[in-house]
Nanobody
Framework: QVQLVESGGGLVQAGGSLRLSCAAS????????MGWFRQAPGKEREFVAA????????LYVDSVKGRFTISRDNAKNTVYLEMNSLKPEDTAVYCC???????????????WGQGTQVTVSS
């Protein structure tokens, strides 16, 4: 079992940057693939990015490639999402998730955080 708590959301102007953090409880953080997802009002949840246990491999949805960077600090049990060149269409609740099985995938995650709101104004 792992508990996830996100932070770092807020209101930012288009073109700005935010850094989201997701702190995980437990001593087995390195066993999990970590992912970020987002859900905008009236839309389905969307995969954003994922990172393997060592941080050596990442996966992104096309719409954020070149603008967002996922990373992790296993010593701090924390995964990050650095978001640059933000656009109004990035507005959503962003959640982190943990997956017990290996493999960078866009679904089938086991544990979820509550989320943090990101609002990008035009």
């Amino acid at each position: 079992q792992v508990q996830l708590v996100e932070s770092g959301g807020g209101l930012v102007q288009a073109g700005g940057s935010l850094r989201l953090s997701c702190a995980a409880s437990g001593r087995t953080f390195t066993r999990y693939v970590m992912g970020w997802f987002r859900q905008a009002p009236g839309k389905e949840r969307e995969f954003v990015a994922a990172i393997n246990w060592s941080g050596s491999s990442t996966l992104y949805v096309d719409s954020v490639k070149g603008r967002f960077t996922i990373s992790r600090d296993n010593a701090k049990n924390t995964v990050y999402l650095e978001m640059n060149s933000l656009k109004p269409e990035d507005t959503a609740v962003y959640c982190c998730a943990a997956r017990r099985s290996n493999g960078l995938v866009t679904s089938d995650y086991d544990y979820w955080g509550q989320g943090t709101q990101v609002t990008v104004s035009s």
